[in-house]
């Protein structure tokens, strides 16, 4: 099986080379077999790389110790379904599950426009196809999955080598979250590289029109989904599993995944304004380039060991071929843009600073100072060690003084946006809007400050999050309430109605609704508490509202570890709770270990228990317990997110007139008969 996986792999090159060059032929020549041909050569690598990587996971499953790649991150004791994890635990696998993400987004778009968009998608299989290719150099070159271990043997020679067993997984990816997490992430890369295709090809070509924003629009909201789903649960498996109590520390590595999220967000929005007004073509174009290469450079990031971090893989040579990929990418993109610039000309012009237009303007500008912000924060240890020789580090606190005003400041857009008009709102407009949400606003303040809320921060965040809710729920109110006047369904049916009637719009309220939940979550982090004690059994700890008691410290023997646990019992007003079985555990395989927390959770609050080792002085057990408030918050708030996602990907449901029968009145005479005129009934306003 590796013979055969590597050899297809091999064959999935030459077919992505032929469908690269092929294709630069075809839109030469304009020869339609040449376009099929190539077309075809890039399906044909898309399924040799799903063979390839359905080899990898065979040999994972089957302890097949002879491939250096799964002697390094599996072993007998690991449960299978960690073993197919096992194909993204380092850096080889997880690059070949890049290519099979990859290829699926490619394998879709071939098929699905084989035959539509005949100027396009020549230009778009080739760039598919070029960075296609560029990962197939890597897998098969430079970090292949294939590699056979080998030992020399008497006469000098090599001979292969089986190892008896191998060293074993990652302790702290050996978390049911880590079979969902990396998927998500990987496929929130790979799938921004079908709107980068369209665009550049669209720019190349000089298609006509918007037509390539509307080939693009689910394409892209479907990998926003994928990279927000991925950025959440690495959220949450920092949170679970790395037991510092928190789950976002501006890591380099999830700095790199939410890079592009604010770059395809901007993106998201502002091709409205292109839609509807032919304006902010240049933005979109290169929002959609930079969103790329923005996945890229992340990808480089975890690679190269340019950057520490927990979640980065081991320093290797790999960073230089992507520096390389992404100076090509970059001087492609401005050869096509300076070549066709004149074909991105705006439409209109800005009619008013108080505008929907103006609204959706800022709210890119936020998003693009954020990104710039983190960005030079992520990659400063870089330049100060290139400049100075000494790597200095940028921290949380840098990064929460710059953007959490522009979080803020985004929220605040969030609920300003649909209160405003397109062109221009007039002053009448803006009382009249703006009067029940502010009203709630202060209200919500108001409340959380009576709560014993005293952090400047957290009172404006639930102000604004009061704000973009009464904003949410006016727009929901108006449309459901014409709907239910002329149908007379009641207001829940109506709701529906409205939103399936135009599901992008009322699909992005329920997206921007579940990121105020988030915002909710973040801001009760200004209220965390913390203890870290030594106990013996018997020993209690307080905080807040909760007793823990130590009732034993035992051992468990599991197949592929030992775990060391705390049985700690809750209690809350003198009243016992629940029992919570925090671990520490060892991995005899590879002698590491890892940590898993135990959590109580509510929509109140976190009580989050961390066993921190045994003092080896006194041999007492450490135990380390947060009590942080709202958590549940951000987890629920995503899921919000998700469904409005694919309630804005659902075709809309389009709104029938029915005309009741009417008797016509006979034409007096000298009149002719008048032709009746087709009616047409406008639901929905965006």
Request: with cysteine; proline share 4%; net charge positive.
């Amino acid at each position: 099986m590796d013979v055969f996986g590597s050899f297809a792999l091999l064959l999935a090159f030459v077919c992505a080379l032929y469908a690269l060059v092929g294709g630069i032929a075809a839109i030469l020549t304009r020869h339609a077999l040449l376009i099929k041909s190539a077309r075809q050569a890039g399906i044909a690598a898309c399924a040799l790389i799903f063979l390839a990587t359905f080899s990898v996971v065979y040999l994972f499953v089957t302890d097949n110790y002879s491939m250096a790649y799964v002697a390094s991150h599996s072993n007998r004791d690991l449960a299978t379904f960690f073993k197919v994890v096992a194909l993204w635990s380092g850096q080889e696998g997880s690059l070949l599950f890049w290519c099979f993400l990859m290829s699926i987004y490619i394998f879709s778009v071939l098929i699905a426009y084989r035959n539509k968009h005949g100027e396009l998608m020549p230009y778009v299989g080739t760039i598919l196809a070029g960075v296609q290719l560029f990962f197939l150099t890597i897998s098969n070159f430079v970090a292949s999955p294939f590699k056979a271990l080998a030992i020399a043997n008497a006469s000098g020679g090599l001979e292969y080598y089986m190892r008896a067993d191998g060293s074993g997984l990652n302790p702290v990816l050996q978390y049911p979250e880590m079979i969902i997490h990396p998927p998500n992430l990987y496929s929130g890369y790979t799938g921004f590289t079908i709107p980068f295709a369209f665009a550049l090809a669209a720019l190349l070509g000089r298609y006509p029109g918007e037509k390539w924003i509307h080939l693009t629009r689910k394409w892209t909201m479907i990998a926003w989904c994928f990279q927000t789903v991925g950025i959440l649960l690495g959220a949450h498996w920092a949170y679970a599993v790395l037991g510092w109590g928190g789950y976002w520390g501006w890591d380099p590595v999830e700095n790199a995944s939410f890079l592009p999220w604010l770059t395809g967000t901007a993106f998201l929005h502002s091709v409205m304004m292109q839609e509807k007004r032919g304006m902010m073509k240049v933005w979109n174009v290169w929002l959609v380039f930079i969103t790329f290469m923005l996945c890229i450079l992340g990808t480089l990031l975890t690679r190269s060991g340019v950057v520490s971090s927990v979640h980065a893989f081991a320093q290797s040579n790999i960073g230089s071929w992507f520096v390389g990929f992404l100076s090509v990418v970059l001087a492609t993109c401005l050869y096509a843009y300076f070549k066709n610039r004149d074909y991105l000309k705006s439409e209109n012009q800005l009619d008013s600073i108080v505008s929907r237009e103006s609204s959706f303007l800022f709210n890119n500008l936020v998003l693009l100072v954020a990104c710039i912000a983190i960005l030079s924060g992520t990659l400063f240890p870089v330049f100060s060690e290139w400049f100075t020789g000494s790597r200095i580090s940028v921290g949380a606190p840098f990064f929460n003084k710059v953007n959490i005003p522009l979080g803020l400041l985004l929220l605040f857009l969030t609920g300003v946006g649909p209160l405003l008009a397109w062109r221009k709102t007039s002053g009448e407009s803006l009382r009249r809007n703006f009067a029940i949400p502010s009203a709630v606003g202060v209200g919500g303040a108001g409340l959380v400050i009576l709560l014993g809320a005293r952090d400047l921060y957290a009172i404006v965040c639930y102000m604004l999050s009061a704000f973009v809710v009464a904003t949410i729920a006016m727009e929901f109110y108006r449309g459901a309430k014409v709907i239910r006047a002329r149908s007379g369904l009641n207001w829940l049916s109506s709701a529906m109605e409205l939103t399936l009637r135009n599901t992008r719009r009322y699909g992005g309220y329920i997206v921007h609704f579940g990121m105020v939940m988030i915002f909710v979550g973040l801001a009760g982090q200004a209220f965390n508490k913390e203890v870290q004690k030594e106990i013996g059994v018997g020993g209690t700890v307080k905080i807040g509202p909760y007793e823990l008691l130590l009732q034993a410290v035992d051992q468990k023997q599991e197949k592929n570890y030992v775990a060391e646990r705390m049985i700690v019992e809750v209690m809350k007003d003198q009243k016992p709770v629940m029992i919570l079985f925090p671990e520490r555990r060892n991995f005899p395989t590879n002698q590491e270990s890892g940590t898993m927390v135990a959590i109580y959770s509510t929509l109140r609050e976190d009580l989050y228990v961390v066993y921190a080792g045994v003092n080896q002085g006194s041999d007492v057990p450490t135990i380390h317990v947060f009590l942080n408030p709202l958590v549940k918050w951000v987890w629920y708030g995503g899921v919000v997110v998700v469904m409005g996602t694919i309630v804005a990907l659902v075709a809309p449901r389009h709104a029938v007139l029915v005309l009741s029968g009417s008797k016509v009145p006979q034409t007096a005479p000298g009149f002719a008969t008048a032709v009746p005129s087709t009616a047409t009934l406008r639901e929905g306003h965006d």
